[in-house]
């Protein structure tokens, strides 16, 4: 076995979930991330954890959904219970085929992400971390070889995550005393958040591996103005491109894609929820060096911003505030290395690709 997948087995135990030995761990994985699973099975019993794996089968989902009657989907509540008694789950994605279910109707999608909320709503209750295996097929969707794609994964994957918190601190912390974000891009972006009262999120590879962020929240009828977004949207196999989305009061007002409209459509009629905002980031992995057609990979990319459709970051809504509440949250990703600037309450913090502000005084 690649001693890489190792490695990233360890981080995934070690620092993302941090596991114990009396810690009961979920693993859901495609059968493609088979070895990874087998490196995270040799690291938990190192712990003396009790680890189950859920294996997921994307040929199966696509046999279900497609003779499934959109208004017989409801949670399982056999699930349910099952993550309500679980310590931490470890999310694995890899595809065999990454448009292997391209062909499922739209109303049968959304259906199948309504009935998934409560297992959401108890996954994030635990420690939690979503991550990649490198497979073929997400190879070719980043246009790369099977080897340099692996080389990517595993270099955003290894790197010194104590050392990028530390960075990350003070935009965090400036971040979460600010009152508004103002991100403009080119002559097709310009979006006033409104964050008062908001936390920060200093994403540096807990609940994502990779991680590489920096995010924040925005009152639920906190968003207006226009952004066009210059990386594809993927979901269930299907790619939206050339997105332009407007708001007003917060919510999704008027909106158009240069191609796959009905992979928007879809998203957006998910439910009420799906049309507001519940994520502003900002990527700052360097290790992701270019698009890939992986949200998981291109949204931490450095230099790229991206704003999450649907439910709210719950690490940065306070309890005393309100998020917004959906069955979905979908990154849309804006390019900011060139004409971009991010500024917090007036001041420009951020232009093309670069932070100016830093761990040290301004």
Not at 20 to 49: C, K, Q
Not at 73 to 98: C, F, S
Not at 233 to 261: H, N, Q, T, Y
Request: aromatic share 4%.
């Amino acid at each position: 076995m690649d001693d890489r997948i190792r490695r990233h087995a360890r981080v995934l135990v070690d620092h993302c979930t941090d596991v114990g030995p009396e810690d009961d761990v979920e693993i859901r994985a495609p059968t493609a991330a088979e070895d990874l699973v087998v490196a995270l099975y040799e690291a938990l019993g190192r712990r003396g954890a009790r680890p189950t794996t859920v294996w997921r089968n994307p040929r199966a989902t696509r046999a279900y959904a497609r003779e499934m009657d959109p208004d017989d989907y409801r949670p399982k509540g056999h699930r349910v219970a099952a993550l309500a008694e679980t310590d931490a789950v470890i999310l694995i994605k890899g595809a065999r085929n990454a448009a292997e279910t391209s062909d499922v109707d739209a109303d049968t999608g959304r259906a199948a992400s309504r009935a998934k909320e409560p297992l959401l709503r108890e996954r994030l209750d635990t420690r939690w971390v979503i991550t990649q295996h490198p497979t073929p097929a997400d190879a070719q969707r980043a246009d790369l070889s099977a080897a340099a794609w692996r080389s990517l994964v595993y270099d955003a994957v290894d790197r010194d995550w104590a050392a990028m918190r530390e960075r990350q601190a003070r935009v965090a912390d400036r971040l979460a005393a600010a009152e508004e974000v103002r991100v403009v891009a080119g002559d097709d972006t310009d979006l006033r958040f409104d964050v008062a009262g908001m936390e920060a999120y200093n994403d540096a590879g807990r609940e994502n591996m990779p991680g590489g962020e920096v995010a924040t929240v925005p009152t639920v009828d906190g968003v207006e103005g226009e952004v066009r977004f210059d990386h594809p949207l993927r979901r269930g196999g299907r790619e939206a491109a050339g997105i332009r989305l407007s708001f007003a009061e917060g919510r999704v007002v008027d909106w158009a894609a240069e191609r796959g409209a009905d992979v928007l459509d879809s998203l957006l009629g998910t439910d009420e929820g799906a049309r507001r905002v519940g994520e502003l980031g900002i990527g700052t992995n360097e290790g992701v060096d270019r698009v890939t057609g992986n949200v998981l990979f291109d949204e931490k990319a450095a230099g790229t911003v991206h704003v999450a459709l649907g439910d709210a970051l719950s690490e940065c809504v306070p309890d005393d505030r309100t998020g917004n509440e959906s069955a979905v949250h979908a990154d849309l990703i804006r390019d900011a290395s060139a004409d971009a600037r991010i500024a917090f309450d007036g001041e420009t913090v951020y232009r093309d690709g670069e932070f100016l502000i830093g761990n040290e005084g301004d």
